[in-house]
């Protein structure tokens, strides 16, 4: 089993920048491409980005340029942030980090709501 624990987001004004983190424990032996997913009201989860145990990285395309990704493989945890510059109020969602293991296995943190005012 992997546990996600996700930290940072909140409320920013257009323009401004957030950086959210996660910290993935357990299983880490197994984890080979982490990323952050969102959801807005009334809209499906959508990948926002992604990076892999080897550091390629995968963005949307709404969100290239704006946003980066990173990743640090530690011993015991391995730690994903990404950063989030020029936001807009279409940001705004509820972001979900992810991890996803061996055999198809996919992990889910709880949830950090970004609200982005215009």
């Known amino acids: 089993q992997v546990q996600l624990v996700e930290s940072g987001g909140g409320l920013v004004q257009a323009g401004g920048s957030l950086r959210l983190s996660c910290a993935a424990s357990g299983s880490i032996f197994g984890i080979n491409t982490m990323g952050w997913y969102r959801q807005a009201p009334g809209k499906q989860r959508g990948l926002v980005a992604a990076i892999t145990r080897g550091g390629i990285t995968n963005y949307a395309e709404s969100v290239k340029g704006r946003f980066n990704i990173s990743r640090d493989n530690a011993k015991n945890t391995v730690y994903l942030q990404m950063i989030m510059n020029s936001l807009k109020p279409e940001d705004t969602a509820v972001y979900y980090c992810?991890?996803?293991?061996?055999?198809?296995?996919?992990?889910w943190g709880q949830g950090t709501q970004v609200t982005v005012s215009s």
């Open positions: 992810n991890a996803q293991g061996t055999y198809g296995s996919t992990y």
